[in-house]
């Protein structure tokens, strides 16, 4: 189902036997080829998460804190204004806008920390990729969850990247 998975039964006897016997590869080839998927798997793993992160921490966090900023604003002034407006949405969206913001951190922070995991661990290119896998790569889905269910009630002018409608149909 996974790379991970996946690449050992590569280096199988009955594989390498019927690569080397028809001459595609060389043991030492398939070994080397082993290795170095291994390693691309785990970089390229490395790689999203660290981007994740960047894009969380210095982009979407700041800007679902902007959002419940102006919305507490609006409450307030709604309040101030007229005692008795009714300011459901308002106080809703803010709860909800602030704790999937505090989970989202949470997850970030997770994240970050299956990664300085990994620094303290001795791994072979198998162990190392198994462990982006299991790891990293849920610690990363549980983020996207919780980011792709703010980015679905945030005000568009808060959000920092384009959608998938500016994407495809988007013309500047």
Known sequence: RTTPDCLPYFIKEKNIELFTRHKVFSETEIR?????LLENYSKLLNIEAVTMLDMANKDLLPAYSAYAQ???????AK??????????FETERLKQI??????MYRKTQALEGTLLDLVQKDFDELG??????R???????ELRIVADELESITDRSFYPYPNYGDLLFGVR
């Open 32 to 36: 080397a080829r082993y290795e170095i």
């Open 70 to 76: 102006k919305l507490s604003d609006t409450l307030n």
């Open 79 to 88: 309040k101030s204004a007229m005692p008795d407006a009714d300011c459901t």
């Open 98 to 103: 602030s704790a999937l913001t505090g989970d």
């Open 128 to 133: 190392r990729a198994q462990y982006y896998q």
């Open 135 to 141: 790891t990293v790569f849920h610690a990363m889905a």
